[in-house]
């Protein structure tokens, strides 16, 4: 499995209904949609017949005046994972340079778009992650450098100030950050900083708004890369319910009140039983965990007993000792540890 969140694979290899199947692959908010969520579709639902709005006008409009940031520093897709694609495709760049372990598809949008100069920055020491990014870049030049910040799957954070230094020092590289996660730790978001002309910032509302089903992302940077972009974007790639209720879901202050209350307990259970377990984990900042295993077999196990969680051998230079196990409700957490607590024995 590629990503995380193919419980329809996990189905068929199993034999389990959907709906028996506990998804701990997937890095997705949990907490359901607010009602009002449902209300809005209704009202809206007359208007499916219609085409939806190519440039998210209503949705741009409500990030521009949350976030103050210019309406034409803003471009909307079909999730942040759209955006990636879109971003090389625009930028055309001749050499990157990528943050590992990572997010598998800033690797294959490169390679997709023939970008054969792509080179990597290997480690799982979160202290060191900022050194070894300026010592690579004094070396050789890059037109584009992804970060995933936080990253995925280690859920370390390189603070602002920092990838702000760096993209000052080096003005002829664009810094793609990647902000999927973003919404755990929204201080340090550098979406106020993106409107230079050299960082651009993905946003998806897939993670902690739980939004995965839908498909709706947007990036802020220069208004000069975006009108570029948008030469490349397919027309009509956000559905009109995806923009509907991502109008509706980024403006609810309750919702993210109790995610926020919601992964403060369940992530302070997660350490706990980690530790308890004395299984090596990785901290993070985000609602998932990388966890290193000290026996194989991990993945299979789980699943035959209905638990989904990913397998990150396909990570570069992680193996499959590696799991990343999100945080999900504790109902789900605890029937994942009573099963990592038998595999561990035996």
């Given at each position: 499995m590629t990503h995380g969140?193919d419980i329809y694979?996990?189905?068929e290899?199993t034999g389990k209904?959907?709906y028996?199947?506990?998804?701990?692959?997937?890095?997705?908010?949990?907490?359901?949609?607010?009602n009002k969520?449902?209300?809005k579709v209704?009202?809206k639902?007359?208007f499916i017949?219609?085409?939806?709005?190519?440039e998210?006008r209503?949705?741009?409009?409500i990030?521009?005046?949350?976030?103050?940031?210019p309406?034409?520093?803003?471009?909307c897709?079909?999730g942040?994972?759209?955006?990636?694609y879109?971003t090389?495709k625009?930028?055309k760049p001749a050499?990157?340079l990528?943050?590992?372990?990572?997010?598998t598809e800033?690797?294959r949008?490169c390679k997709v778009?023939?970008?054969?100069?792509?080179?990597?920055?290997f480690?799982?020491?979160?202290?060191?992650?900022?050194?070894?990014?300026?010592?690579?870049?004094?070396?050789r030049?890059?037109e584009?450098?992804?970060?995933?910040n936080?990253?995925?799957p280690?859920?370390?954070?390189?603070?602002?100030?920092?990838?702000l230094r760096l993209?000052?020092?080096?003005e002829n590289t664009?810094?793609?950050?990647?902000e999927a996660?973003?919404?755990f730790?929204?201080?340090?978001?550098?979406?106020?900083n993106a409107i230079?002309k050299?960082?651009i910032?993905?946003?998806s509302?897939?993670?902690?708004?739980?939004?995965a089903?839908?498909?709706?992302?947007y990036?802020v940077?220069s208004s000069?890369?975006i009108e570029?972009m948008?030469i490349y974007?397919q027309?009509w790639s956000i559905?009109s319910?995806?923009q509907?209720i991502a109008e509706?879901?980024?403006?609810?202050?309750e919702f993210?009140?109790?995610?926020?209350?919601?992964?403060?307990?369940?992530?302070?259970?997660?350490?706990?039983t980690?530790?308890?377990l004395k299984v090596k984990?990785?901290?993070?900042?985000?609602?998932f965990?990388?966890?290193?295993i000290?026996k194989?077999?991990?993945f299979k196990?789980?699943l035959e007993r209905?638990?989904?969680?990913?397998d990150?051998?396909d990570?570069?230079g992680?193996n499959?000792n590696?799991?990343?196990?999100?945080v999900?409700?504790?109902?789900?957490?605890?029937k994942?540890?009573k099963?990592?607590?038998?595999f561990l024995?035996?």
């Amino acid at each position: 499995m590629t990503h995380g969140g193919d419980i329809y694979t996990a189905s068929e290899i199993t034999g389990k209904s959907l709906y028996h199947i506990i998804d701990m692959s997937s890095s997705v908010n949990p907490i359901p949609l607010p009602n009002k969520i449902k209300r809005k579709v209704i009202e809206k639902f007359p208007f499916i017949h219609k085409y939806p709005d190519t440039e998210a006008r209503q949705f741009k409009k409500i990030i521009s005046e949350f976030y103050n940031i210019p309406f034409e520093n803003i471009i909307c897709g079909n999730g942040s994972t759209e955006l990636i694609y879109l971003t090389v495709k625009t930028l055309k760049p001749a050499s990157v340079l990528i943050l590992e372990p990572t997010f598998t598809e800033y690797e294959r949008a490169c390679k997709v778009n023939g970008i054969e100069k792509i080179e990597k920055i290997f480690t799982l020491n979160r202290e060191e992650i900022f050194e070894r990014i300026k010592e690579k870049m004094q070396k050789r030049k890059y037109e584009i450098v992804f970060i995933c910040n936080p990253n995925n799957p280690t859920g370390c954070l390189i603070n602002k100030k920092e990838i702000l230094r760096l993209a000052s020092f080096y003005e002829n590289t664009v810094f793609v950050v990647d902000e999927a996660f973003i919404d755990f730790v929204p201080d340090e978001s550098l979406i106020k900083n993106a409107i230079s002309k050299n960082i651009i910032v993905l946003r998806s509302l897939t993670k902690f708004y739980g939004l995965a089903g839908l498909r709706f992302g947007y990036a802020v940077t220069s208004s000069e890369i975006i009108e570029k972009m948008k030469i490349y974007r397919q027309p009509w790639s956000i559905n009109s319910l995806a923009q509907w209720i991502a109008e509706e879901i980024i403006k609810d202050e309750e919702f993210k009140r109790q995610s926020y209350a919601f992964f403060m307990k369940e992530k302070e259970f997660f350490e706990c039983t980690l530790n308890e377990l004395k299984v090596k984990y990785f901290p993070s900042v985000a609602n998932f965990y990388l966890i290193e295993i000290p026996k194989k077999g991990i993945f299979k196990y789980m699943l035959e007993r209905g638990i989904l969680i990913r397998d990150c051998s396909d990570f570069y230079g992680l193996n499959e000792n590696f799991i990343r196990v999100s945080v999900k409700t504790r109902d789900e957490n605890e029937k994942f540890f009573k099963e990592l607590r038998e595999f561990l024995r035996i």
